[in-house]
């Protein structure tokens, strides 16, 4: 998909169409997920800080991520993929690979027939979400993966046998899996800088340079050879969540709420998947950009939120947070398809529940939360009394904008409301309309 979820943002929000959008953490640490093409013109990219984005683009539309409404259309696309074929493997919500061979239209399946099908799907899609989409077809999956980047945005690049080697060889060598910047550095200062370069060498000079594992394997993908099969619905290995702060938190108490409701959010979503876990991971980048890791494996695979609560804060209390903690992460790993009940975990919460008879007033010294302030992000789906749908376009000094259109209408008005405003409140993505029945 192309700029999948600034272009879903673009269908979604009528008067973003053609407009420069940017999506991503936008506190001040955090960094662009994805841009339009209209951004990408002023050298916006993905991983790029949004401060920096906003200094290049300073008039885009930036917007947070809206995963709900990102998996919906993705969903949609994954759909119309399994029509093809039921090995399909998807790489991320916006990327697959599919094995055309083993579908309906395996053994007919010339270049012709393949560019045809491609034309459809792209075609189909279109229709479904009213985004678009960029298509590589190839003999492998190394060439596949490379023909679908040739022809961005709205492409189709269909690499017929015998011309591998033609579509291969004057491509820089950072377009080969596994080749980033500092392999890349390695490989340019050998006077190696295409594809072509690392075809002709020998493959002991690339072991030498690289390694024994490194050098055999990008010999062999220079060569364009990748045996690599489509395997379908590849599994999760972890589930995991995480949070950059606009400050460090330097309070432990501050941290181990954080890290309490980022341990929910990630049971949220384990469950979600219909897993469990075994291995209960937590991840901290301190104030000067160290990064370290703590985890712990338990008995038993489990969902329960008490225990991955209580695992974390064993693990937390390991660490040392002097200075400032600025990233907190909480992941889980190991995972079945199944939870062994934990016994530890259940009498926690049967501990914290009151008991018929026995005064439940709080206790007057007790410390309290932080109370909870209405806060509005921009690009989040609201609902007026009055007016109805719309979307938050900005909030501060007490007030809050938001434009009233949903998917599919006419560009709508702007309006401001006190940003506590007890009409308005959020509310659920409206799917993206399908321009046609697919």
């Not at 209209?38 to 916006?44: H, L, N, P, Q, T």
Request: hydrophobic share 40%; proline share 7%; with cysteine.
């Amino acid at each position: 998909m192309d700029a999948f979820y600034a272009s879903v943002e673009q269908v979604a929000k009528p008067s973003l169409a053609g407009k420069a959008v940017i999506v991503g953490g936008i506190g001040a640490r955090g960094v662009v997920a994805t841009a339009s093409y209209e951004a990408r013109v002023f050298g916006v990219h993905s991983a790029m800080s949004i401060g920096e984005a906003r200094r290049r683009c300073p008039n885009a539309a930036f917007l947070s991520p809206r995963f709900s409404l990102y998996r919906q259309v993705s969903d949609t696309v994954m759909e119309l993929l399994h029509r093809l074929s039921p090995l399909v493997e998807p790489l991320s919500l916006d990327e697959a690979f599919v094995d055309l061979e083993a579908g309906p239209h395996g053994g007919t399946l010339d270049t012709a027939r393949v560019t045809e099908i491609a034309i459809r799907l792209r075609a189909d899609i279109h229709a479904a979400t009213g985004l678009t989409c960029s298509v590589g077809a190839a003999t492998s999956k190394l060439l596949a993966k490379i023909a679908s980047e040739a022809d961005k945005p709205d492409g189709l690049c269909v690499v017929a046998p015998g011309t591998e080697r033609a579509m291969l060889d004057p491509l820089p060598v950072r377009a080969l899996p596994g080749v980033g910047p500092a392999t890349g550095d390695v490989l340019r200062r050998a006077g190696l800088d295409t594809v072509a370069d690392l075809a002709a060498v020998d493959e002991s000079e690339l072991v030498r340079l690289l390694g024994q594992a490194h050098g055999h394997g990008l010999h062999v993908l220079a060569a364009g050879l990748d045996a690599r099969p489509v395997v379908a619905d590849r599994d999760a290995k972890s589930v995991s969540v995480e949070d950059t702060f606009a400050t460090d938190l330097v309070d432990r108490e501050r941290i181990t709420r954080e890290l309490d409701r980022l341990s929910a959010r990630c049971v949220e979503r384990l469950r979600a998947a219909g897993r469990s876990g075994r291995t209960i991971v937590l991840k901290l980048r301190r104030y000067d950009f160290s990064t370290l890791t703590r985890s712990e494996t338990l008995r038993g695979p489990t969902d329960d939120p008490t225990v991955v609560r209580e695992t974390i804060r064993r693990l937390a209390a390991q660490v040392d947070v002097t200075g400032g903690v600025r990233l907190l992460g909480v992941g889980v790993s190991g995972l079945a398809d199944f939870a062994q009940q934990d016994l530890f975990g259940q009498a926690v919460e049967a501990a914290a529940e009151p008991v018929e008879g026995i005064d439940d007033e709080p206790d007057p010294q007790e410390v309290r939360p932080d109370p909870v302030l209405v806060s509005w992000s921009p690009g989040q789906d609201v609902v007026h009394d009055e007016f109805g749908p719309g979307w938050v376009q900005g909030s501060g000094v007490g007030r809050v904008t938001v434009r009233f259109e949903v998917p599919g209408s006419k560009p709508g008005r702007v309006r401001t409301f006190p940003i506590a405003d007890p009409a308005l409140t959020a509310a659920d993505p409206i799917p993206l309309p399908a321009e046609s029945a697919v």
